[in-house]
């Protein structure tokens, strides 16, 4: 193997910029504590994290909150109609200051002192401060977070210096329209997790699952009587991974399709590095999900249902896709874990053929290059 061909030498097996040859990141990238450190600082510090749809905060006074493994950050809507995020925190003694979403009628209050904080963030009202020697309120406005939208939807970033989603994705916008023609007519309909629990795996465990199918014929036999596999097509473009499922059967062991269902593909995108944006067959409904790091071998997922007229699911569909395909998914994470701690196993290969079908593995390969690009810049 050409020497320039290889992304890092000094693994025991390197990991290539040619996916068909090269091997899989180590394990330790899945355990190590000193690596899990290093994704906070590196990938989820300075990436774009989803957080909601614009419509879910459109009002003034809107808010909702994420947490980027432990940085609590909250999105506000100002009486000008402008997106604002602050890191979640009082700058008096450190208390968070908003939970879940909703509705501020003037003021930020702190729950534990009862600081005020406008929806711009300034800091109106510190009983007592008058008394306080050189006390100046200036000091102590909420730092603020980048955010921005794309295709409706709301992102933040605790780096300041990040280029914009819209130049790191350039074509996803367009993409997610083109393949979704009624995306402007999504409405937010619920919250969902899988299996009321976090997963008992990392997160490149659950990215490394979602952008690979090669397991869908054996460990998702449902999913595979419904979406033809060996049809699969398979893309990776800059920071996003697009899988898509051109050929279906209506009639399948995982949910049944009807005359007046519209959509007769599936759709998988994924957006570095905790995003993915999903439309099964059927009414056309989207699934995002924000995978939440929690720890190197800990992960939850924030579920958001989005339907046109805010229809809701069809019981059979949505115990199908929360109880079946993704507890499967969880099961097949978790077993990972437990193995990639083993001191039988180091890398694998990922099994990318000349002609990258799309039951390929190389948007694993175009992410293990993401993960180790970032940790390395
Ligand atoms: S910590 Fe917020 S007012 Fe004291
Ligand atoms: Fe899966």
Known sequence: MAQDNVVRAEFARPLSEDAERSW???????????????????????????????????????????AIVDQNVAVVRGRDAKLRAFYNVCQHRAH?????????????????????????????TARNCENVKGFDKADF??????????????????????????????NLEADLRANVPHWDALEFTNSYDFGGRPIEAGWKVVVDN???CYHCATAHPAFADMIEIPAYENSTDGITALQIGPKIHADNSAYKLTQEDSIDRAYFWYLWPTTTINMLPGRGDVMIT??????????????????????????????????????????????????????????????????RSGEGEHAAHFFHKLVLDALEG
Not at 302 to 310: K, L, Y
Not at 320 to 346: A, F, H, P, T, W
């Open 24 to 66: 899989t990141l180590p394990s330790r990238y899945y355990t190590d504590p000193a690596i899990w450190q290093a994704e906070k600082e590196k990938i989820f510090y300075r990436s774009w994290i989803y957080v909601c749809h614009e419509s879910q905060i459109a009002k003034a006074g809107d808010y909702a909150t994420t």
């Open 96 to 124: 968070e200051l908003l939970t879940g979403t909703g509705n501020l009628k003037a003021v930020i209050t702190c729950p534990y002192h009862a600081w005020a904080y406008d929806l711009e963030g300034k800091l109106r």
């Open 141 to 170: 406005t909420l730092p603020q977070v980048r955010v921005e939208t794309l295709a409706n939807l709301v992102f933040v970033n605790l780096d300041p210096d990040a280029a914009p989603l819209a130049e790191q994705a350039p």
């Open 210 to 212: 979602y952008v690979e």
């Open 290 to 355: 924000n995978v939440v790091p929690q720890g190197p071998g800990r992960t939850a997922f924030h579920n958001d249902r989005f339907a046109v007229g805010g229809e809701p699911e069809i019981p059979e569909r949505q115990n199908y896709l929360q109880n079946i395909l993704g507890v499967e998914d969880m099961e097949l994470c978790e077993s990972v874990q437990r193995g990639l701690v083993s001191k039988g196993y180091d890398q694998g290969r990922f099994m990318v053929d000349e002609a």
